[in-house]
């Protein structure tokens, strides 16, 4: 397993991290095969996007704000509950394939970690089975 290290420097922010991904698949040397990777917080997640567009990432949070107003009458009482569901929402994981050594993805897909309660110091874990060749 490969881990990630993401520095978040907002409280809500979406980070383009397909290279990081792509290199650790690349390190495996798996050709065929399946990539996770995994978010172990509660307040963030992962998700595949488009990753061409900068105002996508910015489009997903200005919605995500609009669905989970961080001004709720919330019961948790750090103060973050809208990060808590904003990640539920988003999920936690993404399974991609891989092909040929490398990540199989759409034109315009990239692997996005998505911050809910930064500034953080996160972690992304990456692991990568199959065939080796």
Do not use: Y
Not at 4 to 9: A, D, G, K, Q, S
Not at 42 to 54: L, R
């Amino acid at each position: 397993m490969t881990v990630l290290e993401v520095r978040t420097r907002g409280r809500e922010e979406v980070s383009d991290i397909t290279a990081d991904v792509a290199a650790a698949v690349a390190r495996s040397g798996v050709k065929d095969g399946l990539c996770l990777v995994s978010v172990p917080h509660t307040t963030a997640g992962v998700t595949i996007n488009e990753n061409a567009d900068p105002d996508v990432k910015t489009d997903i949070l200005s919605a995500l704000k609009h669905v989970v107003p961080a001004s709720l009458p919330f019961r948790h009482g750090e103060g973050n509950s809208d990060a808590h569901v904003k990640a539920s929402l988003v999920g936690s994981s993404a399974t991609l394939i891989v092909e040929e050594g490398k990540l199989r993805l759409g034109t315009w897909q990239g692997v996005c970690f998505c911050e809910f309660d930064g500034p953080r110091r996160r972690q992304v874990w990456v692991k990568v089975w199959g065939e080796k060749g």
